[in-house]
């Protein structure tokens, strides 16, 4: 059984050991849950990712309660179908389906059917648009087909969001091979969208948003928007962008806040946006962490980042006990090998 210790990091340990236990059918053991948290071991979005993972492939699991800081996870074969899985909170819907999807993409004959009730946008998650319009984009460059809808979405502190994705079977994985710098770009297009709950549409927050954003970000032209009202059981809002580059595609979600100013959550997601740009990387550094696994499963690939994370480093070697690769990083290139 592999051991793992999860005081070196947070539920990024804990996703991708659940992921890669039912892709190798090899059983594992976490100790020491998200111990340098606040609030250690499993709260109740990580909580829904074991149980849910755990349904779909009929897996034996001790340690999966609330504030539990051990966990043993022994997987069997997974079984596609139609799921619904309902976090109680305003957990993060989109971490619950990152779980879930390597086994579903790479082990089932037949398509899935996938519903996830909870938050669609969390201060330390990416958001619903977030997957869908980047992370989902890079997945179909790899040969992976995946459609998300974004059903209704979900603020803290009541929740109430729903996501929906149908997950078909991947028949071959393509490399992923992104190392080139691109300096020389040819720019294709920015997108913006501003989501807000209705109660908010009256103090034009969608708009100011977008103005902020375009107001802070270096190219002028070409800027596609979309302001979206939609009920919530909680107010709240967020603005999702994405720079489109020599085929590649650099994405920032900012979440709006009681205290900041609509037009600064604009400014601060095209500041960070840019910082994503003046790298020329072709990945940005949150869907790097997210791909990581997916290189690991074809046992090559390069990417190059705009920064090595904590979180980017504690993944490879979470990866690495489960599968027969082997990582190096250096000069912010992220190489897979066998």
Request: with cysteine; aromatic share 6%.
């Amino acid at each position: 059984m592999i051991i793992i210790d999860g005081s070196i990091g947070g539920g990024q340990i804990l996703r991708s050991s659940l992921s890669l236990s039912v892709l190798t059918q090899k059983p594992f053991k976490i100790i020491n849950i998200r111990k340098k948290r606040s609030n250690s071991g499993l709260q109740r979005q990580h909580l829904t990712a074991v149980n849910s993972i755990a349904e779909i492939c009929k897996a034996k699991v001790k340690g999966n309660e609330l504030d539990s800081t051990e966990l043993e996870f022994i997987p069997s074969k997974v079984n596609s179908g139609n799921y619904k899985f309902d976090i109680g909170t305003a957990g993060s819907t989109t971490l619950v389906l990152e779980t879930i999807l390597p086994p579903l993409i790479f082990a089932i004959n037949e398509p899935s059917n996938i519903s996830i009730i909870g938050g669609t946008a969390n201060p330390l998650a990416p958001p619903a648009l977030d997957i869908r319009e980047v992370f989902l984009w890079h997945l179909k460059n790899l040969g992976i087909d995946i459609n998300l809808e974004i059903e209704k979405e979900g603020f803290y502190p009541k929740g109430g969001g729903i996501i929906k994705a149908k997950i078909v079977s991947c028949k071959e994985l393509k490399e992923i091979k992104l190392q080139e710098p691109n300096h020389g770009q040819h720019y294709e297009e920015t997108n913006v969208i501003a989501v807000c709950s209705k109660e908010l549409k009256e103090k034009e927050v969608a708009k100011r948003m977008i103005k902020g954003f375009k107001l802070n970000f270096p190219i002028k032209e070409n800027i596609k928007n979309e302001e979206i009202y939609t009920n919530t059981l909680s107010p709240g809002c967020y603005l999702h962008a994405s720079y489109c580059y020599n085929g590649c595609k650099l994405g920032m979600s900012v979440l709006g806040e009681k205290t900041k100013k609509s037009e600064d959550i604009g400014k601060e997601c095209a500041l960070k946006l840019k910082e994503e740009m003046k790298s020329g990387e072709n990945v940005d550094s949150f869907t790097a962490d997210q791909l990581l696994i997916y290189m690991a499963i074809k046992g090559s690939g390069e990417i190059r980042v705009s920064k090595i994370t904590d979180h980017t480093i504690t993944n490879i070697q979470t990866i690495e006990k489960f599968l027969d690769v082997k990582f190096k990083i250096k000069d912010n290139i992220i190489e897979c090998t066998k």
